[in-house]
């Protein structure tokens, strides 16, 4: 049974960069959807993006963030990761990596991790 | 833009039936997916396609969708049931995966 786990700082400065890790484990990191999601405090679950290795690399960002956005694939090292650059407190969040065998469905995920950006 | 929308909160007690709705403009058509949140563990999808479990999953929970109203089902409701419970479509207005507020579910 696949297993995710979410990695890096919980704290980031204002107008800084945020970056984490998802490291997977009991399965291959081949042929799914691998995607970032948050939860504001008091707020809807939202979606960040997603990767997709077939052969070739697709990625697909939420339009409301797509320019400060990054996801990256490490294939050999089973692990996929987010950056996203010029943070604000409206980042803070609880931040998941999951697992997808279509773009809109989150079949597997990490338990999350809390990241709060503060000055 | 589309919305979906989800009631805070929802209670029932153990051993009867729990409903969860989950509205949005002429939402039958859409395939809806269900996940249940507990704090400080990983979201698990409940309902998955044609409102069926996905396979592990037990088959309490079950989802149908007509009209503007989708609902997530949980029969037999069981103490380790309670938690968040959050609907999911895609925004094709927007091109984007969008969620409900998620409602909460108490057992009594």
């Known amino acids: 049974q696949v297993q995710l786990q979410e990695s890096g700082p919980g704290l980031v400065k204002t107008s800084e960069t945020l970056s984490l890790t998802c490291t997977v484990s009991?399965?291959?990191?081949?042929?799914?959807?691998w995607s970032w999601l948050r939860q504001p405090p008091g707020k809807p679950l939202e979606c960040l993006g997603y990767i997709y290795n077939n052969g070739g690399i697709k990625r697909k960002y939420d339009p409301s963030l797509q320019s400060r956005v990054t996801i990256s694939l490490d294939a050999p090292g089973n692990q996929f990761s987010l950056r996203l650059t010029s943070v604000t407190a409206a980042d803070t969040a609880v931040y998941y990596c999951?697992?997808?065998?279509?773009?809109?469905?989150?079949?597997?995920w990490g338990q999350g991790t809390l990241v709060t950006v503060s000055s | 833009s589309y919305v979906v929308t989800q009631p805070p909160s929802v209670s029932v007690a153990p051993g009867q039936t729990a409903t969860i709705t989950c509205g949005g403009d002429n939402i039958g058509p859409k395939s809806v997916r269900w996940y249940q949140l507990k704090p400080g563990q990983a979201p698990v999808l409940v309902v998955y396609d044609g409102g069926a479990p996905p396979s592990g999953m037990s088959e309490r929970f079950s989802g149908s969708n007509s009209g503007d109203t989708a609902t997530l089902t949980i029969t037999r409701v069981e103490a380790g049931d309670e938690a968040d419970y959050c609907c999911q479509v895609w925004d094709d207005d927007n091109d984007r995966v969008l969620f409900g507020g998620g409602t909460k579910l108490t057992v009594l």
């Open positions: 009991g399965g291959s990191i081949g042929y799914y959807y």
């Open positions: 999951a697992r997808g065998h279509a773009l809109d469905v989150f079949d597997s």
